[in-house]
């Protein structure tokens, strides 16, 4: 997590994959122009994009120059900014495994001295074996005259076995040290802060571990539903989609040890021990550790919207879940015994992100139970989006003769103190790739640990056999069996109001 904000000096050629698609123009293009905008892309870039569609080199720069209208995060767009960033791009057509297109791509690379080669693959995840061993049989894995980087889009396989198995298509044409593994929530800046508020700070660390922690919740409620990705989503849910990447991502950020040194290894050794302490769930344990659910109807934001099942693309008896909680725990010295919650959900009532740390009551109460603060006034949450911040909750004495107790809050907030405009997580991903810094990328052990752990929750779901979930309304927190869920484990959900 070093500052790779150093505009690298060499010249890169990024081929994009998929440069039709919509993350291009939603996320990667956008990312770049705001890159562009602040002076730190290479001076010597070339942007290519491939994809099978029909395009022109114009008509790929005419697509770009629309997508960064729409979806750049600084408006109104410096329009020589744009056309400077247009002028480094160029198309080539072709399919992923026509050999004919990569000696185009190759040829082109050559043709402009591009000799740092970053290939970013974001294409459905079918298409990544197949790029990478047409890379491979292209010889365009490596470069003599400079480095050469595959940056991998998620998901990342669907289970530990085909995680493995892609790790070996991978691991044939390229080295670990030049995959980059992207869960696009590492990129964030409130996300890399928890490390930065943990390791940064004396005053936090010594409180945070079992003996002054009583639990943990982790949150990720969405108010989009599966969009037109239905199709994508009925063989993955929830548990796929999120849980195993970005959900298990801010528990292992939230649960690390201090690493050694900033730099990729010591940080990704220390998130995969977490990883791997996670108590395995598995058969009726793992029944009974884990809630699911399903959206019906239901309004969010004053709109009606239809039920999971009535979409298209989703069989109308499916039983994937579109709404999750797991209660986790660390087996290590500094965890045991602290419940993690986890949840994230599509069509809840509010999109938000946030780490909630609740304390430990005080041992006694002097003021009489009647006057505590809440239950246990202590809770300090890391707020993740969209309100990005930190806020810590505890009790004050109400002004007047008796000693009355309300919940008060002490808040920090990142656009209070820095302002608007907070880079966007593509921006920081793409510049640490170009930069070689894969701290903010996850590492083949570290993602094998991961589905290791969903595959004993997912097993276990299959062996109880197809069921109907639960439903809940859209726009609601969930079902009441959510509540039930953790209530029977003596907590209640924070949902934010
Ligand atoms: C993606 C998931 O990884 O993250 C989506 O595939 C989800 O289903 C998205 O909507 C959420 O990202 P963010 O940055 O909007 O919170």
Avoid at 295 to 305: I, K, M, R, W
Avoid at 361 to 377: D, H, I, R, T, Y
Avoid at 409 to 416: H, L, V
């Amino acid at each position: 997590m070093q500052a790779s904000q150093l505009k690298p000096d060499v010249p890169v050629g990024l081929v994009i994959f998929g440069a039709t698609g919509d993350l291009t123009a939603r996320k990667l293009v956008p990312a770049l122009y705001q890159l562009a905008l602040a002076d730190q892309l290479p001076d010597d870039l070339h942007i290519i994009g491939f994809a099978r569609r029909e395009w022109s080199d114009d008509d790929f720069r005419d697509e770009m120059s629309a997508a960064v209208k729409e979806h750049s995060r600084s408006q109104p767009v410096d329009d020589e900014v744009l056309q400077h960033l247009l002028g480094c791009m160029q198309y080539v057509v072709g399919d992923f495994n026509n050999q004919d297109a990569y000696a185009r791509l190759d040829a082109l690379l050559d043709e402009l001295k591009a000799d740092n080669r970053l290939f970013y693959l974001a294409t459905p995840p079918r298409a990544f074996p197949v790029i990478i061993d047409a890379i491979g049989e292209a010889k365009l894995a490596h470069c003599p005259r400079g480095w050469t980087r595959v940056v991998i889009e998620k998901p990342y396989g669907h289970d530990l076995a085909s995680a493995q198995e892609l790790d070996e298509v991978a691991h044939q044409v390229f080295e670990e040290e030049q995959i980059y593994r992207i869960d696009h929530y590492l990129g964030k800046e409130t996300v890399q802060n928890i490390l930065v508020f943990r390791f940064a700070n004396g005053i936090f660390e010594p409180l945070w571990n079992r003996r002054y922690i009583d639990s943990v919740q982790i949150t990720m409620a969405e108010t989009i539903g599966v969009g037109d990705r239905a199709g994508y989503y009925e063989d993955a849910g929830v548990i796929r989609d999120i849980f195993q990447n970005h959900l298990l991502q801010l528990l292992a950020l939230t649960a690390m040890e201090a690493p050694v040194a900033f730099n990729a290894h010591a940080v990704r050794d220390e998130k995969v021990k977490v990883l791997k302490a996670l108590h395995p769930l598995t058969g009726a344990q793992a029944i009974q550790q884990t809630v699911r659910a399903q959206y019906a109807a239901g309004e969010v934001d004053g709109e009606d919207l239809p039920g999971y099942l009535e979409l298209d693309d989703v069989a109308t008896d499916s039983t994937t879940e579109t709404l999750m909680a797991a209660e986790l725990y660390i087996d290590n010295w500094r965890w045991a015994g602290v419940p993690f919650f986890l949840r994230s959900g599509k069509r809840l009532a509010r999109r938000v992100t946030e780490i909630a740390v609740q304390y430990k009551q005080v041992p006694l109460s002097l003021f009489g139970a009647k006057n505590m603060a809440g239950e246990a006034p202590n809770r300090l949450v890391l707020n993740i989006q969209p309100e990005e911040g930190i806020t810590l909750d505890f009790g004050a004495k109400v002004p007047g003769p008796d000693n009355a107790i309300q919940g008060v809050q002490m808040d920090f907030s990142y656009a209070e103190a820095f302002g608007a405009g907070t880079p966007e997580a593509y921006e920081r991903l793409l510049m640490d790739c170009m930069n070689g810094d894969a701290t903010l990328f996850t590492r083949s052990d570290e993602v094998q640990a991961a589905w290791a752990f969903v595959d004993g929750i997912t097993a276990a779901w299959q062996q109880q056999g197809a069921q109907q979930l639960p439903q809940y309304a859209c726009g609601s927190w969930g079902p009441k069996e959510m509540d039930a869920f953790i209530q029977d484990a003596g907590f209640s959900w924070r949902n934010p109001a």
